[in-house]
């Protein structure tokens, strides 16, 4: 059974931090690629990073210079650290396998003006 497990999420001012953390389990974690995505009210979720297996990461515009994706694949954890946050930055965030399709619960991230 795979499960994704989000945490990290909370409310922070405008220009805050925060780490999110993304826990799998039930798949072979080393080779499938992650991905996060996040959900605004009223909008389409949204790719805004993504990391390969051995680590190579792509940004949306969005995030690029103020988010960091990365992983350890003998934890089987992903992370986001989020620096820089706007309040557009505020949404549900989910974690994605690329190629199982699976999606975590998610976390709310809320960023105070």
């Known amino acids: 059974q795979v499960q994704l497990v989000e945490s990290g999420g909370g409310l922070v001012q405008s220009g805050g931090s925060l780490r999110l953390s993304c826990q799998a389990s039930?798949?072979?974690?080393?080779?499938?690629?992650m991905q996060w995505y996040r959900q605004a009210p009223g909008k389409e979720r949204e790719l805004i990073a993504s990391i390969t297996g051995n680590g190579a990461a792509t940004y949306s515009d969005v995030v690029k210079g103020r988010f960091t994706i990365s992983r350890d694949n003998a934890q089987n954890v992903v992370w986001l650290q989020m620096n820089g946050l706007k309040p557009e930055d505020t949404a549900v965030y989910y974690c994605?396998?690329?190629?199982?399709?699976?999606w975590g619960q998610g976390t709310q991230v809320t960023v105070s003006s």
């Open positions: 039930g798949i072979y974690f080393p080779s499938e690629p």
């Open positions: 994605h396998t690329q190629y199982y399709d699976y």
